[in-house]
């Protein structure tokens, strides 16, 4: 309320809040003041852009996928919604996105049965028929029997588990899908989920993978992989550009998911230009430029920031654009 008070048109930042008041803070006030959480949206946008690559790598598309989730916390939870968007406008029902997803947290399978999930994690729980459907008895359904029932063509981890996806998981993963996609997402890397050098060798250089953190590229018979960054730096700056250039006044899912869109469209990978599913980080002043674009465009869409030309657009955004240009230097002795 002070903010808003002091600063009526600032775009307000915000993460690192506690699981279980994230998420219900920005559901209050996204609709009073121009806000997001950037451990929510901006870790959803970036993830939901990398899937779309690597969903054109394998010639699919995300609504084709079955995902599994290591971790239903405030960050994965907001992926797997943003994922249930994305599904829908290619096509899907929402009842039809959400039996796609499935939210493993510590206590298993969340189940719409089970006690003490919050709302949020309510929303992205199974049907406790599904324990009848697989033919399990037992009432906590471990990662484990979610891959082995599910056979998903996705496995994304935001536990904080280091070594959570060990070698007969992932063999038991590939067994039903021939490119897996997985995103082991915890960082920092010493609670990575799986090493991507690991991931690489157990799947013959199949997987299909981007990680929290930074890796170096993994050689593995006579072959270089990649591994993309799923960073939150590709989406925050077009869409603080996107904010000021445009005078929108609330963020939405939908600016979230165009964001997304763009970033998968500068994929190297699936543009031909290179193995990389992702642009190099150092040519994140363009990407942030036609990120920034594209969402003021869906903001006047849905009448949230004044209307004016794509020309008139164009030249705001390069008009404000701050160029991050350093000199050189050298330390020297005195």
């Known amino acids: 309320k002070a903010v808003k008070k002091r600063w009526p048109d600032v775009l307000l930042q915000f993460e690192d809040f506690e699981q279980s008041k994230a998420l219900p803070i920005l559901e209050h006030y996204q609709h009073q003041l121009c806000c997001f959480n ?3 949206q901006g870790t959803a946008a970036v993830t939901v852009g990398t899937l779309l690559a690597a969903c054109q790598v394998k010639n699919q598309t995300l609504s084709q996928q079955k995902i599994v989730f290591a971790g239903a916390g405030s960050a994965g939870c907001g992926i797997a919604e943003l994922i249930i968007r994305q599904m829908m406008a290619e096509g899907l029902d929402e009842a039809q996105a959400r039996e796609r997803v499935f939210m493993i947290d510590k206590a298993g399978l969340l189940v719409d049965d089970m006690a003490g999930l919050f709302d949020f994690q309510r929303r992205l729980s199974q049907k406790s028929r599904i324990r009848e ?3 399990v008895d037992n009432s906590t ?4 029997d979610v891959i082995q029932h599910v056979q998903p063509t996705v496995l994304i981890g935001v536990s904080g588990q280091a070594g959570l996806f060990n070698e007969r998981l992932i063999k038991n993963l590939l067994s039903h899908c021939e490119r897996p996609i997985i995103f082991p997402l915890s960082n920092p890397s010493k609670q990575i989920e799986a ?3 690991s991931l690489i060798r157990w799947t013959d250089g199949q997987a299909i993978i981007a990680t929290g953190s930074p890796f ?20 925050f700056p077009g869409i603080g550009l ?7 006044k609330h963020i939405t899912p939908e600016m979230m998911m165009v964001a997304s869109e763009v970033l998968a469209s500068a994929s190297p990978f699936v543009n031909g230009k ?17 990120m920034a674009s594209q969402i003021v465009k869906v903001a006047q869409q849905q009448e949230l920031a004044p209307f004016i030309s794509d020309q008139e657009l164009e030249q705001k955004i390069e008009k404000i654009f701050w160029c991050p240009d350093y000199r050189e230097y050298k330390r020297v002795s005195i």
Do not use: M
């Open 141 to 144: 359904l471990a990662l484990d």
């Open 38 to 40: 950037d451990d929510i």
């Open 195 to 197: 090493i991507p050098e």
């Open 133 to 135: 459907q697989w033919g």
């Open 216 to 235: 170096e590229p993994v050689h593995y018979r006579d072959k270089t992989y990649p591994v993309a960054q799923c960073n939150n730096s590709y989406i």
């Open 242 to 248: 996107a904010v000021i250039a445009g005078q929108i």
């Open 274 to 290: 290179g193995s990389d599913l992702l642009p190099a980080l150092d040519n994140i002043a363009e990407l942030s430029k036609k």
